[in-house]
């Protein structure tokens, strides 16, 4: 019955140019990436998009290296 509410892990790769705006947001627990692109077609897929905009979870454990992630995407956008 659990296996019904899984879903497999999907790669998505969106093209650099395509990718409007990155934001982290830090918490107690962890951190949000928040993620829009220029087209709707980029994430048509991904459960849990909002007019072109995806929310990333983070585990604290991992908010060093999302902040180097968004740190990089930004220096890459300019």
């Known amino acids: 019955m659990l296996d019904l509410f899984k879903s497999s ?3 998505i790769r ?3 140019a395509e990718v409007d705006f990155v934001q ?3 918490g107690w627990f962890g951190a949000k990436i928040h993620i829009r692109v220029k087209s709707l077609k980029w994430l048509a897929e991904v459960p849990g998009c909002d007019n ?3 929310t ?3 585990a604290r454990r991992d908010r060093d290296q999302a902040v180097t992630f968004v740190q990089l995407l930004g220096e890459i956008q300019r």
């Open 9 to 11: 892990m999907k790669e």
């Open 14 to 16: 969106i093209p650099l």
């Open 24 to 26: 982290l947001k830090r």
């Open 52 to 54: 072109g905009e995806v």
């Open 56 to 58: 990333l979870h983070v």
